[in-house]
T-cell receptor
Framework: AQSVTQPDIHITVSEGASLELRCNYS??????LFWYVQSPGQGLQLLLK??????LVQGIKGFEAEFKRSQSSFNLRKPSVHWSDAAEYFCAVYGQNFVFGPGTRLSVLP | DGGITQSPKYLFRKEGQNVTLSCEQNLNHDAMYWYRQDPGQGLRLIYY???????QKGDIAEGYSVSREKKESFPLTVTSAQTNPTAFYLCASRIGGNSYEQYFGPGTRLTVT
């Protein structure tokens, strides 16, 4: 069975600081991997995806993620956080179907 | 503009009443999905449809029903059999085939009292 864990429920960073959100998955093969962002009361927006090839993928809004097969991880990073990045972030996998992690809420201090 | 619309944004119902949530897309996507979102639990799949006139149960289908009579539309009915229907409901679509990116609507918040 597929599963996704996001170990951090809530992260607070200062504006301008770097960010890393963790995501671990469980699946028998290499799944398709996604990161989505959700502002309060809104739908989800796709930040980036990994299907195959280069394990470092670039997305929108300056985000990137690295797929590490040996660690079953797909961590999201941003070198310098902006106040507008405050939101909830979801990691998702597609193997047999879509499975989402519980989300990490990001707060940004001015 | 192409996209997914969900209406209404907020919906209130009395316990024991069925309620239907609308989801429409003009992206010409084959596949459509319904998710339920509760605080701290991420998204859970209710139903999905890969083509018109066909749909499959997701992980939490009990108490819900869907139809897919048109490619653009995938309404979700929350029946009185759903024991805890208050939640945020999200509709999504994807092109289909080997394209796995989902696009989401803005969601409907359902409150049942």
């Amino acid at each position: 069975a597929q599963s996704v864990t996001q170990p951090d429920i809530h992260i607070t960073v200062s504006e301008g600081a770097s960010l890393e959100l963790r995501c671990n998955y469980s699946y028998g093969a290499t799944p398709y991997l996604f990161w989505y962002v959700q502002s309060p009361g809104q739908g989800l927006q796709l930040l980036l995806k990994y299907f195959s090839g280069d394990t470092l993928v670039q997305g929108i809004k300056g985000f990137e993620a690295e797929f590490k097969r040996s660690q079953s991880s797909f961590n999201l990073r941003k070198p310098s956080v902006h106040w507008s990045d405050a939101a909830e972030y979801f990691c998702a996998v597609y193997g047999q179907n879509f499975v989402f992690g519980p989300g990490t809420r990001l707060s940004v201090l001015p | 503009d192409g996209g997914i619309t969900q209406s209404p944004k907020y919906l209130f119902r009395k316990e024991g009443q069925n309620v239907t949530l609308s989801c429409e897309q003009n992206l010409n996507h084959d596949a459509m999905y319904w998710y339920r979102q509760d605080p701290g639990q991420g998204l859970r799949l209710i139903y999905y449809s890969q083509i018109v006139n066909d749909f499959q149960k997701g992980d939490i289908a009990e108490g819900y029903s869907v139809s897919r009579e048109k490619k653009e539309s995938f309404p979700l009915t929350v029946t009185s059999a759903q024991t805890n229907p208050t939640a945020f409901y999200l509709c999504a679509s994807r092109i289909g085939g080997n394209s796995y990116e989902q696009y989401f609507g803005p969601g409907t918040r359902l409150t049942v009292t």
